[in-house]
């Protein structure tokens, strides 16, 4: 059986890693003072860093359309596939996974779309096992059962330099976001069967990075690694050298460094700092 891979873009994979796997990114939607810009295009992710904190107005991101999903499904069914796997952001935050469900109703059981239940890399992580999977001949139950032991053995968590973007974007509990705000600290998150739960807060950088690091650690030894920030390379390596310095046996050996889409910081802000990580257990294939 040939399968077809399709995710969205808040997922963060790599472009040298969609291309080999040939999956299909739907771009998102990223909206600045009223002009609308597909995600990775009209803006880079550095431009976009740098501007944020002097908007007046609150950035803002939409969906894409239930044809911007049925042209990647007919676009893999015309190339030979079987079925499609539609891999996308957590239901609890974004309407993607029902307009991507919308748009595999035209294709009746060729396509299944599936809740990561995460964002970034939790996401890519997921598509990467199915990938994998795929490649290596598994049937679509077991690149399924991949994606799901991929799913229990993930932890996404981020330090973010302050609550506003999340509290404007209503992505959290409001007592949660009144309260980081009244405190001014730098609240720490976690994304949780697709919610953002808060799990601490200090008042330093460099208090959440120890922090972010001890919640790194308790999940070792990994199988993927994704450091992640919002336009804050030069946190994000001093971060990573510390956990290279501290545990490098335990890590896996190739790390990936990604500066989060524009569609996710337009909702945590400028200077964060976070993780996707997958501890190393038995695979489902």
């Given amino acids: 059986?040939?399968?077809?891979?399709?995710?969205?873009?808040?997922?963060?994979?790599?472009?040298?890693?969609?291309?080999?796997?040939?999956?299909?990114?739907?771009?998102?939607?990223?909206?600045?003072?009223?002009?609308?810009?597909?995600?990775?295009?009209?803006?880079?992710?550095?431009?976009?860093?740098?501007?944020?904190?002097?908007?007046?107005?609150?950035?803002?991101?939409?969906?894409?359309?239930?044809?911007?999903?049925?042209?990647r499904y007919l676009r893999l069914l015309e190339a030979g596939c079987d079925h499609i796997l539609s891999i996308h952001a957590a239901s609890k935050l974004t309407a993607i996974c029902s307009i991507a469900g919308q748009a595999a109703n035209d294709f009746p059981n060729k396509i299944t779309v599936v809740d990561s239940g995460s964002l970034s890399l939790g996401i890519g992580f997921q598509a990467l096992a199915a990938a994998e999977a795929a490649e290596s001949g598994a049937d679509l139950e077991?690149?399924?059962?991949?994606?799901?032991s991929t799913r229990r053995r993930?932890?996404?968590?981020?330090?973010?330099?302050?609550?506003?973007?999340?509290?404007?974007?209503?992505?959290?509990?409001?007592?949660?976001?009144?309260?980081?705000?009244?405190?001014n600290i730098k609240p720490m998150v976690e994304l949780t069967d697709g919610q953002i739960k808060a799990v601490g807060a200090v008042r330093t950088t460099?208090?959440?990075d120890a922090r972010m690091a001890t919640f790194l650690k308790a999940g070792l030894p990994l199988e993927r690694l994704a450091i992640l920030h919002t336009g804050a390379e030069s946190r994000a390596r001093n971060f990573l050298a510390?956990?290279?310095?501290?545990?490098?046996?335990?890590?896996?050996?190739?790390?990936?460094?990604?500066?989060?889409?524009?569609?996710?910081?337009?909702?945590?802000?400028?200077?964060?700092?976070?993780?996707?990580?997958?501890?190393?257990g038995s695979s489902a294939v």
């Fill in 206 to 208: 460099s208090q959440a």
């Fill in 1 to 71: 059986m040939k399968l077809g891979l399709v995710t969205d873009s808040t997922c963060d994979l790599p472009a040298d890693l969609i291309q080999r796997f040939g999956i299909q990114v739907v771009p998102t939607i990223l909206v600045i003072e009223g002009q609308q810009y597909a995600d990775g295009e009209g803006i880079s992710r550095d431009d976009f860093y740098a501007r944020l904190p002097a908007m007046k107005i609150f950035p803002t991101t939409a969906a894409p359309s239930i044809g911007e999903f049925s042209a």
């Fill in 142 to 148: 077991e690149v399924l059962a991949a994606i799901e």
């Fill in 154 to 183: 993930l932890r996404v968590s981020a330090a973010l330099d302050t609550m506003d973007y999340l509290r404007r974007s209503g992505r959290v509990p409001a007592a949660i976001a009144i309260l980081g705000g009244m405190l």
């Fill in 242 to 280: 510390r956990l290279m310095d501290e545990s490098r046996r335990e890590l896996p050996r190739d790390i990936l460094m990604v500066n989060v889409t524009t569609v996710i910081g337009a909702h945590v802000g400028p200077n964060g700092l976070g993780f996707a990580a997958v501890r190393a």
